[in-house]
């Protein structure tokens, strides 16, 4: 089974290889060392600050939408290119399959974060700015962020096309990131049923505020390591529901 | 073998190639500035909308505008051009209300001076004290909301009351205890300025900063003095139509009770313009304060 998992994993990450997602990373680059050129001119002692935000941002923005595109995409591009009969006829459960894929898309966000990683903090240092903790946290806690939307992708595609698996990742991770104000708002409202409405949906949604810390790099404040632990765990833990989900969905599915 | 249908498919391709090609580049220019019609204050958008979209990259767009906010500063030469640094600033300070830079360098950049009055001394102000609420140990905040507050709005009590909170933090520079002082003698509150300066004196643990503050509390002694003499002379010149001659001269008109005493030993006496003095004094209390403010980083 451990072949077969490993097969599938590297066979995910050979075939992001063949679609050219390194140029995401020759983009990022470019992007980056062209904003903190224009940043340098036009910025006022907060620099180091800027510097960070821009660089972690640029790096959750691009990963984030590669993570959408590639996961909402997996599942339903095997189905309708027919590609999926290969994988079923052969001595590999579909769990296993799926399980496969998520860990073959996480290995190619894995290795392109470590790589924009690298090109950011050689910049960084290359400014004479210190690369700080809380910068290494936050960049370690998006691949838990990633985690979670892919699987939510997953999750989406095992049951819809591409569109609609993408469309509706992309709003879980607005809604994600807003699920704390959904849930104060909810709480400010006279309604108990808008009330619980409100907790639920707060329940419901991945709480993505939770495993963003870049904030606490932009301020240099360092988290305890139980809660950063805490939130990855928390990360693992809704990728895995959805995993789950995805798994139930997948193994009913009939592909006549 | 190109067949003639492709060949002539390939041409008429080519050609709308050739001509979208021309079209960009001769139709290519610059951004185009509408014509200037007077000032427009910047259209920023809804705070919601900007919190909602960029919620997974707050710190990003905070900085977004952070940078428009002093790209504001650099390019601002009227009053409502500064005005418009409180609408970037006010912004960016929503969006991450902890940006401490922004509140100190977006705080002294919003006030105009135009022909001897401060404009957009009410926006500065409400930055300031939008900053202090977040930051309320931050020394240098409270030194320019007090400066603000004692320089363009007149509220010494206030601006005594910020300055002397700051003077007993940590980082305080030590000039802030005097200040306080002043202000609160600007302000006419002697009470809580004379108490203030003798817990100073008495918990001053350096000889030389006792003295110093021992002998605030006799300026602050004699500035209470000189207030009444003022306010003696207000009442004589309203009654008689002329300046008093002299402090004894409103004694014996009962403008007050008795010749007032100098806490420093010198006398006191009133100038030509009808304001009051002392002889073992260049320059009354007040007249220090707002110089000091000024004077302050």
């Avoid at chain 2, 610059?30 to 979209?53: D, I, K, N």
């Avoid at chain 2, 030469?77 to 991450?96: G, Q």
């Avoid at chain 2, 705080?107 to 009055?117: E, H, Q």
Wanted: aromatic share 10%; hydrophobic share 50%; net charge neutral.
């Amino acid at each position: 089974m451990i072949r077969e998992f490993g097969a599938l994993t590297l066979n995910g990450f050979r075939e992001a290889r063949r679609n050219r997602v390194s140029v995401v990373v020759a983009v990022f680059t470019l992007g980056l060392l062209l904003s903190s050129t224009l940043v340098t001119d036009v910025t006022v002692y907060t620099f180091q600050r800027v510097m960070s935000d821009v660089g972690l941002g640029a790096m959750c923005l691009t990963l984030v939408l590669l993570a959408i595109f590639l996961s909402s995409g997996l599942l339903s591009r095997e189905i309708e290119r027919r590609t999926i009969f290969l994988v079923v006829s052969k001595p590999v459960s579909r769990a296993l399959f799926i399980v496969g894929r998520l860990a073959g898309n996480m290995l190619t966000l894995a290795v392109l974060l470590v790589m924009m990683s690298v090109v950011f903090f050689t910049q960084v240092a290359l400014y004479g700015l210190p690369v700080t903790a809380p910068q290494l946290v936050a960049a370690g806690m998006l691949w838990v962020e990633l985690l979670v939307i892919s699987s939510v992708g997953f999750a989406m595609s095992s049951f819809a096309s591409q569109l609609v698996s993408a469309v509706v990742t992309t709003g879980v991770y607005f809604a994600g990131h807003l699920s704390a104000d959904i849930y104060s708002l909810a709480g400010r409202s006279s309604s108990v049923f808008i009330q619980w409405l409100g907790k639920g949906i707060y329940y419901l949604l991945p709480n993505l505020a939770r495993l963003n810390f870049r904030p606490q790099a932009s301020y240099e404040l360092m988290t305890p390591a139980v809660d950063i632990a805490k939130s990855a765990a928390y990360g693992v833990g809704y990728a895995g529901v959805m995993v789950a989900l995805a798994v139930f969905v997948f193994s009913r599915r009939d592909f006549k | 073998m190109i067949s003639a249908a492709a060949m002539s498919s390939r041409l008429i391709w080519s050609a709308v190639f050739a001509v979208s090609i021309v079209l960009c580049v001769a139709l290519a220019a610059p951004p185009m500035r509408p014509a200037y019609q007077g000032h427009t204050p910047p259209l920023l958008p809804r705070l919601e909308v900007v919190r909602a979209l960029g919620a997974p990259i707050h710190h990003l767009v905070t900085d977004y505008y952070w940078i428009q906010t002093i790209q504001a500063v650099g390019k601002a030469k009227t009053p409502a051009e500064h005005r418009d640094i409180f609408d970037y600033a006010n912004m960016v300070t929503d969006l991450d209300p902890r940006f401490r830079q922004v509140y100190v360098f977006a705080g002294v950049s919003i006030a105009y001076p135009l022909r001897g009055r401060w404009l957009n001394a009410e926006e500065s102000t409400r930055l300031l004290e939008k900053g202090l609420q977040h930051f309320p140990d931050y020394v240098y905040l409270r030194i320019m909301l007090a400066y603000n507050l004692s320089t363009f709005h007149r509220q010494y009590e206030r601006a005594a009351k910020i300055v002397e909170e700051a003077s007993r933090m940590p980082e305080a520079p030590p000039y802030l205890a005097g200040l306080a002082t002043r202000l609160h003698a600007q302000a006419g509150n002697f009470d809580a300025g004379l108490e203030f300066a003798r817990s100073l004196a008495e918990s001053a643990d350096e000889p030389e900063t006792r003295e110093l503050f021992e002998r605030r509390v006799k300026e602050l002694e004699l500035e209470r003095e000189l207030s009444q003499v003022d306010a003696a002379v207000q009442r004589y010149l309203q009654r008689v139509g002329s300046l008093p001659p002299g402090v004894e001269a409103l004694v014996r008109a009962g403008d007050l009770s008795h010749v007032p005493e100098d806490p420093l030993g010198g006398d006191i006496e009133v100038d030509a313009t009808g304001r009051s003095y002392s002889t073992a004094q260049q320059k009354r209390l007040t007249d220090f304060a707002r110089a000091n403010m000024e004077a302050s980083p």
